[in-house]
Structure formats: structure tokens, C-alpha cells
């Protein structure tokens, strides 16, 4: 059998916390495959302490034959793999772009990535494979047959056909608004703001501060609260990490671990008034909103993959700007926005409409990729 690595260490997120475990199960089945952690990872170590705003089991990943370790490149020379499949998720690129480098030259080990949602996949360097969201992502990768439109599997739980015996809870409409305290027949906003990191130091093109945006979105959508809308805030995945007591934990994102952000935005007084939804819910939240509204968030693929519309604000004139921002609803100003929303028929976005850019994997990521490492190998 061929042995592989399936290193974790790289691709844990709150809002998608059971991301790479399908697949270890699924690639099991054919090859001798080692899970890989950093020290302390926090999916194995982790202490609740009550009032966090995301959960996961730690079982699920302490009850894998785990390996921690300090130094991947060192754990793959001593088991001497065939290829080492890791995330896509690249934000200290440097330090990650060495790591790759050193692997490839040091072992005996191919690097296979597959994608995540965001544009990480763009930077990545010193890979063999490479598992893309879509055929439209293959090429402006620049093609070949090292690169297999597999869809994206941190996206598998926004499907019905997703059969991976450990999921999150689905809730319907109503078990959603039960377990939030919301009214079913109000309409029901996402709010999804973007990576906090840049919000006070970012600007868009026209000198507008990120920050100063948020609070013209944050006073809107108070203005709508009063006119019976009902607002629930799903921030970026970072912000419910960062209350973290022991800064050891590994295996989250790394400008958390290292302290980088100054404090999380879901308990700051100007988000005090939004029902704030625990980070595991938010593919709840998406299937059972009206629509979304953002600053500049790539969360909109998301929210096209459920549907579902979403209001941005003059992400055109941003760097998140891409060639999948057709699926927002974009606005120049806040009077703008205010007026998209206000007319907003809750249309429902055209089924297939994201097909070239995120292959439609019916929840079956997990089993395109591992099949595609069967080939591979």
C-alpha cells in the first residue's frame, strides 16, 4: 500500500471544524494514510470553557491514529510517504511556501493541495496536484492534467447529498429560529462582514476606511431592525477564535495563534444589537436567511451555492474584487445598498449559475478527491 500523510494542520477552521476527516475515511479504504497535526493542535487539546461562539467534538480527531508533530518535513522523511495531501489555506505564505519547498526536495513525497474557498489557492507554490474548485479556477491556474476541478470540501455540508456519517446539524427554518429566538415570518439578513484584519487600517480604492463602512452598514441594518428585518451576524471564522486564554493551541489560523488580531468583533458594542450565530451554524444561517449583506467578503460563493443573494458594498473598488463578484448584488454607497435591499424580491439565485467556478460535488468532494489520489498513485 501506498502510504500517504494527510496533514491537518494547515486547514482548520470554526465555522467547518470536521474539514479533512471525510476524506482521511475515504482514502483509507486504499492506502495507509497517517493524520498529521502540529503540537497542540487545538482540535486535539482543546478546553471549553463554556461561552465560546463555535464547538467542535475533539473525539472525532483524537479518535484518528494522530500523529503531532513540530516539523512535517521531518515526519514525512521518517515514514518515508508517496504524497502528502494538505489544504490549500496559505495565509502566512512565506513560512508555508519553505515548508512546501523543503518537502519536495527532502523526501520522497509529492505535495497534493486541495482548494478552499478563497482566493489562497492562488499563492500557492511547490505543489504536484492540485484538487480546484472549478474548470473556470483550472485555467486561470494555467490548466494541465496536475490539476482536477474537484469542487471545494469545506463546502460538502452545505449539500443534501453529503453523506459523511459526521456532520453538523441541519436546521430547518423553524429549528433555526427556535434555537435563536427569531420570528419565522420576519425576514431574516446574514450578515457577514470580511476578514477583520484589515478593517482599521484597510481602505477602498476611493478612500473610504473599511472601518467607516462597516459602521454605514451597521447603522442601516439597525435602521431596518426597527422596521421589523432581523439581523443575525455570522463573522468571519477568525473573530471566534480569538478570545482563546492559551495562545499555544496550534491549527488555527496563524495570525491567531499569534495574537495578530486585537480582539474578536461579535461581542464590540456596535454588533451588540444583531443576534449573534455560533460559528458551526453558519451554513444554517445561509440556508435560512432571505439574503446576505457584506463589506467585501468572497463569502458570497457561499451564499450562491445556497441560492440565496447577497448585498456587498462597492466591492468592485476593492482588492476582493474577482471574477466571481457577479453573484453579489454590489452597491457604490450606503444609500444605494439600503435601496437594493429594500427592493430585494428575495429572488432565489439561478440553480447551476456557479457550476464552471465551484464544481457542483453534491457533497462528494471528499470522494472526487480521493479517487483522483487513486489515479495519482
Keep these: 500500500m501506498k502510504k500517504i500523510v494527510l496533514y491537518f494542520g494547515d486547514s482548520f477552521w470554526c465555522s467547518t471544524p470536521y474539514e479533512g476527516v471525510a476524506l482521511f475515511y475515504e482514502l483509507q479504504k486504499d492506502h495507509e494514510v497517517y493524520p498529521v497535526f502540529i503540537n497542540n493542535d487545538i482540535r486535539l487539546h482543546k478546553e471549553w470553557r463554556g461561552g465560546e461562539k463555535y464547538f467542535f467534538d475533539k473525539s472525532v480527531f483524537q479518535n484518528l491514529p494522530h500523529i503531532e508533530t513540530d516539523s512535517l518535513v521531518s515526519t514525512c522523511k521518517d515514514l518515508g510517504v508517496d504524497l502528502t495531501v494538505m489544504s490549500c489555506q496559505m495565509q502566512f505564505k512565506r513560512q508555508f511556501e519553505q515548508r512546501n519547498f523543503q518537502l519536495k526536495t527532502e523526501t520522497n513525497s509529492k505535495i497534493l493541495m486541495f482548494d478552499i474557498g478563497g482566493e489562497d489557492v492562488t499563492f500557492c507554490k511547490h505543489w504536484d496536484f492540485l484538487a480546484i474548485k472549478g474548470e473556470l479556477w ?181 482588492v476582493a474584487d474577482s471574477n466571481l463578484s457577479f453573484i453579489y448584488t454590489d452597491a457604490k454607497d450606503i444609500i444605494e445598498m439600503e435601496k437594493n435591499i429594500r427592493d430585494s424580491s428575495f429572488t432565489p439565485i439561478e440553480s447551476g449559475v456557479l457550476d464552471p467556478y465551484i464544481l457542483n460535488s453534491k457533497g462528494q468532494t471528499y470522494k472526487k478527491i480521493s479517487g483522483w489520489v487513486n489515479d495519482i498513485l
Design 138 to 318: 483550472k485555467k486561470r491556474m494555467g490548466g494541465g492534467d496536475n490539476i482536477c476541478p474537484t469542487g471545494v470540501i469545506g463546502l460538502d455540508e452545505l449539500y443534501s447529498d453529503y453523506d459523511f456519517h459526521i456532520r453538523i446539524p441541519k436546521l430547518d427554518k423553524v429549528a433555526f429560529c427556535k434555537k435563536y429566538d427569531l420570528d419565522p415570518k420576519k425576514p431574516i439578513i446574514a450578515y457577514v462582514p470580511a476578514n477583520p484584519a484589515p478593517d482599521n487600517k484597510y481602505s477602498y480604492r476611493s478612500g473610504v476606511s473599511a472601518s467607516q463602512a462597516l459602521t454605514d452598514i451597521n447603522n442601516m441594518l439597525k435602521k431596518l431592525m426597527s422596521e421589523g428585518y432581523q439581523v443575525c451576524f455570522k463573522t468571519h471564522p477568525n473573530d471566534y477564535i480569538t478570545e482563546e486564554i492559551n495562545s499555544g493551541y496550534h491549527g488555527i489560523h496563524p495570525r491567531g495563534v499569534r495574537g495578530g488580531y486585537g480582539g474578536p468583533r461579535y461581542n464590540h458594542p456596535k454588533f451588540s444589537d444583531f443576534t449573534v450565530i455560533n460559528s458551526e451554524d453558519g451554513y444554517n444561517l445561509y440556508r435560512n436567511c432571505d439574503f446576505g449583506v457584506t463589506n467585501y467578503s468572497h463569502v458570497g460563493w457561499e451564499f450562491g451555492l445556497a441560492g440565496k443573494q447577497i448585498h456587498s458594498l462597492n466591492i468592485k473598488d476593492t
